[in-house]
């Protein structure tokens, strides 16, 4: 992908073929009419277009991009769409409804004249993700032209990525609400950049301190390609081809069928391992009286941003000028285990010492905008494994830009599956964002013959991913069935099973 490509607009597409596999188009096509159909039957109307983002599998680089660094993901099928038609009536009213409306009841809501519509964050309400959309949506327009006013919303949603699943589902219903509010408003093309960078921002707004790579796969993802997604010094992504094998390369995704909802567990999970990056990179910096500019991740520091003064200090090298960034990172592991020693975690008290301030500013500076619940933080482990996965990160894409000769795929396979494998290793043991189940399903595929498994997603639940060969799929599959689905599930029936596991290749990302 040339750098100029960042500014393209998302594709207007007239045929679905362009989005889904010859396989699943004709279950596609009658989704999107079921669609239409349903929203003429709610509002008497057709709708003025559709807006469609999907959910996204991370292939590596996990728990890595709200400290801005590199992380390979890819689009999925699944996805959320969004029918929409607008009026301009005095009063700016959204009327929402949901396909599935037993689960997610319809809503109404009045957009203020200024966009700046009241998102509870402590309350578990679908719509949320929608008045984020709107709300971000509404605050970019009206920063290019103040003269925009908010227009009345007729919107029906269809999402089939699954909540709490680890594949995305809340990324996946902003990035489609922010562009269909986007375009509902002003009715021409709209840049993927900017609406990624939108997205991220609105999806903070409903409690998830969200690090970009969600929303950039789901928009920026070109069918057959991983993307690969960087954050340091701006935002940018470019497609990395898998090489041709024989038998082809696979991804196959298990739903552990635990829920690992991010709005819910946050405080003590998801926000929880950010702040605790955040503070990591504070403390080090400290310690090394070294000055943490602002940035573009959650809190404004970053461990990324800690490297870069880092090597631009006195504290650098003369020949750390010529070191590669997986030898700059291999660097930073060892300042980590020089800086950070107590295992045991640090307390309120001890970082604020440390940062010489008051435990009430350290908890208003870092843990108000995203509530978090901890007595220790875990400092040197998060930074730890934070470089070691960009490392790993790296080699995965040195490895796929620069294939073995033809006849030795096995050989490249084995390294690919052994990085994610550590990864896995890292996620559980020292990142502590698996669980029982997701080990399970890893270590089940590997027996039965996946080259890679880990946990993809925020972890504690969800989903896995695991890189295997098209020939090994159905002896992966029915290792899970019997292992793992039956065991656990005594009860899940075949539609259920059939949910639970997908072979994918990469899917393609935004689309009207």
């Known amino acids: 992908m040339a750098p100029q490509s960042m500014h393209e607009s998302v594709p207007i597409i007239k045929s679905l073929d362009f989005v889904y596999e010859a396989a699943s188009l004709p279950n596609q096509q009658k989704r999107w009419d079921a669609l239409r159909s349903r929203f003429s039957s709610l509002y008497g109307q057709e709708p003025d277009f559709v807006a469609r983002s999907p959910g996204r599998v991370n292939i590596i680089g996990e728990h890595i991009d709200y400290s801005l660094y590199e992380v390979l993901p890819m689009a999925i099928e699944a996805d959320v769409i969004i029918a929409i038609a607008t009026s301009a ?62 227009r009345s919303m007729f919107v029906l949603v269809d999402g089939n990525v699954p909540s709490g699943g680890g594949l995305s589902s809340s990324a996946a219903f902003v990035c489609s609400s922010a562009l269909a509010v986007l375009h509902a408003h002003r009715p021409m093309p709209v840049s993927k950049k900017e609406l990624v960078e939108l997205a991220i921002v609105s999806e903070r707004a409903v409690g998830v301190n969200s690090g970009g790579m969600d929303q950039t796969a789901s928009v920026f993802s070109v069918r057959g390609d991983a993307v690969s997604v960087s954050f340091s010094p701006e935002l940018y992504a470019e497609p990395i081809a898998f090489p041709k094998t024989e038998p082809p390369i696979t991804f196959m995704i298990a739903q552990s069928f635990v829920a690992a909802d991010k709005h819910v567990t946050a405080p003590e999970c998801y926000n929880l391992r950010v702040v ?94 995203f509530p978090v619940r901890a007595s220790y933080f875990m400092l040197r482990q998060r930074a730890l494994h934070v470089f070691q996965e ?95 689905y039956r065991v656990k599930f005594p009860d899940i029936g075949d539609e259920k099973l059939a949910e639970a596991i997908v072979a994918s290749e990469p899917g393609q990302g935004s689309v009207m």
């Open 89 to 150: 009536a005095p009063e700016a009213k959204v009327s929402i409804s949901n396909v599935n409306s037993q689960k997610f009841k319809p809503n109404e809501f009045l957009i203020p004249e200024d966009g700046e519509l009241d998102i509870d964050a402590s309350t578990h309400e679908w719509t949320n993700y929608f008045k984020a959309g709107v709300k971000g949506a509404l605050g970019l327009l009206k920063a290019g032209d103040a003269s925009v006013t908010p």
């Open 276 to 369: 605790e990056c955040t503070l990591a990179a504070e403390v080090i910096a400290a310690s090394l009286r070294l000055h943490l500019g602002s940035d573009s991740s959650p809190l404004s520091q970053s461990l990324r941003g800690l490297q870069n003064a880092y090597y631009t200090s006195k504290l650098a090298t003369p020949e750390s000028s010529s070191w590669s960034e997986e030898e700059k990172l291999t660097h930073m592991v060892e300042v980590v285990e020089e800086t950070l020693g107590d295992e045991k975690g640090y307390t309120r008290e001890t970082i604020a010492e440390s940062l010489s301030i008051k435990v009430p500013e350290l908890q208003e500076r870092y843990m108000t905008k």
């Open 390 to 484: 960009a490392i790993r990160v790296a080699r995965f894409k040195a490895l796929l830009k620069a294939p073995p000769p033809e006849g030795s795929h096995d050989d490249l396979l084995r390294s690919l599956g052994t990085l994610m494998n550590e990864t896995q290793t890292s996620c559980r043991e020292v990142y502590e964002c698996s669980c029982p189940e997701l080990d399970a399903l890893c270590t089940i595929a590997r027996e039965a013959g996946a080259y890679g498994s880990r946990l993809t997603g925020a972890g504690w639940g969800g989903c896995t991913v695991h890189l295997v060969s098209m020939g090994k799929v159905a002896e992966v599959r029915k290792a899970w069935e019997e292992k793992y």
